[in-house]
């Protein structure tokens, strides 16, 4: 697809924009994310085998994967 993007537009990267909240930047960290989520109506992501949970203190909490 990148080549295929490339060789139409002469652009070889592209960026998926749709996890960016209105005045925001890129999500570049993790830290950038949990302030995502504690900031927005977000309630929960999964890095790697790790689901992260919003509590109603808007802390993050870390659970395993169901099945890991």
Do not use: W
């Amino acid at each position: 697809m990148l080549a295929a993007f490339k060789a139409k537009t002469g652009f070889g990267v592209l960026c998926n924009t749709s996890l960016n909240a209105k005045g925001r930047g890129f999500i570049n960290r993790t830290s950038d994310l949990v302030r995502l989520v504690q900031d927005t109506d977000i309630d929960s992501f999964i890095i790697g085998d790790r689901f992260y949970i919003k509590n109603s203190r808007r802390s993050i909490c870390v659970e395993d994967q169901p099945g890991k």
